[in-house]
């Protein structure tokens, strides 16, 4: 048995300061349970209340993207930039180095190809699993508008039942096809739908007006997507904008890999999301890393 302690009259109680209930950082998650908080706090930077995700999840539906066809080699070194990776189970566990500090958001649904409809997906992976491979959030593609709109959205209410039973986050990501329009109106209702249905957070586009409703109008945070390859300042700018206009972070997979210096262009983002960069000054900064990259590259290449 342990001896008994002693010392009762030299013990410090602090009584003259009060016990402190600190609030957590992220927009609309003070009523979550403490699993989903700590496991939020790590995909979103607590300092700066931002995240950079990188998506590297396209195989799921399109196979060996531009960029992704060597995950190991061409991602990879990615790696230790972002605060959270975005990706499927397959290629966690098979190309991510199980070192990794990462904080890792799994693609959850799925289904078809893009020879099919891809509205048609399902749930794709089993909650153990996901907590097998400390994951510390799922990621549903919901269709809002879409031909399986209501199938989608039954696959993220599932979900998120499974979450909150487990104490694993639930990522909506607002999927757009080739016949809807990226404005706000639509954007404002996609995100609100995922977001009161339980999602703790939400992946979007952004769009160039009224960016502004669509992060007001949705109560857990926003992670803007990155969308279609752009030119690395139009990215960037892309970013700021998202950012100032209340976005809680980006999740940027192709407007990164697809860079020509993806090194250098997944630091500049991290410097405009987590530290307000100017975009022109990250493009500077791009460019530097880029030009030293070279420099270091070995003679042949």
Not at 43 to 48: D, L, M, T
Not at 103 to 114: D, E, H, K
Request: aromatic share 6%; glycine share 8%.
């Amino acid at each position: 048995m342990p001896e008994a302690d002693s010392n009762t009259e030299q013990k410090e109680f602090y009584l003259d300061i009060p016990a402190k209930n600190q609030a957590f950082f992220l927009k609309g998650s003070g009523a979550l349970d403490w699993g989903i908080q700590n496991r939020l706090s790590r995909i979103f930077n607590p300092r700066s209340g931002k995240t950079v995700m990188l998506a590297i999840d396209h195989g799921y539906f399109q196979g060996p993207t531009t960029g992704l066809e060597r995950v190991d080699v061409s991602i990879v070194p990615l790696v230790p930039y972002a605060d959270a990776l975005m990706l499927t189970r397959g290629i966690l566990r098979s190309s991510i180095p199980s070192a990794s500090r990462n904080a890792v958001v799994l693609r959850a649904s799925g289904g078809p190809s893009i020879l099919k409809e891809l509205s048609n997906e399902q749930i794709a992976m089993d909650m153990e699993d996901a907590v097998r491979l400390n994951a510390c959030a799922v990621a549903v593609q919901v269709f809002v508008g879409g031909e399986f709109e209501t199938q989608s959205i039954h696959n993220l209410t599932r979900l998120v039942d499974m979450g909150n039973r487990y104490g694993v986050a639930v990522l909506g990501v607002t999927a757009v096809g080739k016949s809807m329009t990226r404005d706000a109106k639509y954007l404002r209702l996609a995100v609100r739908i995922c977001a009161e249905l339980g999602a703790h957070f939400v992946k979007t586009y952004y769009c160039p007006e009224g960016f502004g409703t669509v992060t007001a109008s949705c109560p857990v945070p926003l992670v803007m997507a990155g969308g279609k390859k752009l030119p690395e300042l139009d990215a960037l700018k892309m970013a700021a904008s998202a950012v100032q206009e209340g976005a809680s972070g980006v999740d940027m997979g192709r407007n990164i890999f697809q860079s020509d210096a993806p090194v250098a262009m997944i630091q500049a983002v991290g410097k405009v999301v987590h530290e307000g960069m100017r975009p022109e000054h990250a493009f500077d900064l791009y460019q530097t890393l880029k030009n030293e990259m070279k420099v270091e590259a070995p003679v042949g290449r």
